[in-house]
């Protein structure tokens, strides 16, 4: 499978942006999917993973209550919306796609990643 991430962008901080993760070469719903984001001089680390179907999540403490991950897999497409953002969250945004039990939190369960899309939020 190859994914395409985008939406990300430059935005003050309180604000909000939503990416998206596109699908292509196979169904989205044979994957659980994933957001990790890598800011610079820190690890990537997970934002938010989503089942097959959508029906479990798993978010990191840093983004609960701010931050929606949610799927569409007739448009082959998972979201990330965020709310309330933080010059802490500026980071390159990954989209990723495992297909395990799932949705797993640990970064080594994926397999497939996208290229990546640049969130800023100034102060």
């Known amino acids: 499978v190859q994914l395409q991430a985008s939406g990300g962008g430059l935005v003050q901080a309180g604000g909000s942006l939503r990416l998206s993760c596109a699908a292509s070469?196979?169904?989205?719903?044979?994957?659980?999917m994933a957001w990790f984001r890598h800011a610079p001089g820190k690890e990537r680390e997970l934002v938010a993973a989503?089942?097959?179907?959508?029906?479990?999540?798993n978010y990191a403490d840093f983004v609960k209550g701010r931050f929606t991950i949610s799927r569409d897999n007739a448009k082959n497409t998972v979201y990330l919306q965020m709310n309330s953002l933080k010059p802490e969250d500026t980071a390159v945004y990954y989209c990723a796609a495992d297909t395990g039990l799932g949705p797993s939190v640990r970064i080594n369960d994926y397999e497939y990643w996208g290229q990546g899309t640049q969130v800023t939020v100034s102060s």
């Open positions: 989503i089942s097959y179907r959508g029906g479990r999540t």
């Open positions: 070469g196979r169904t989205l719903s044979r994957y659980n």
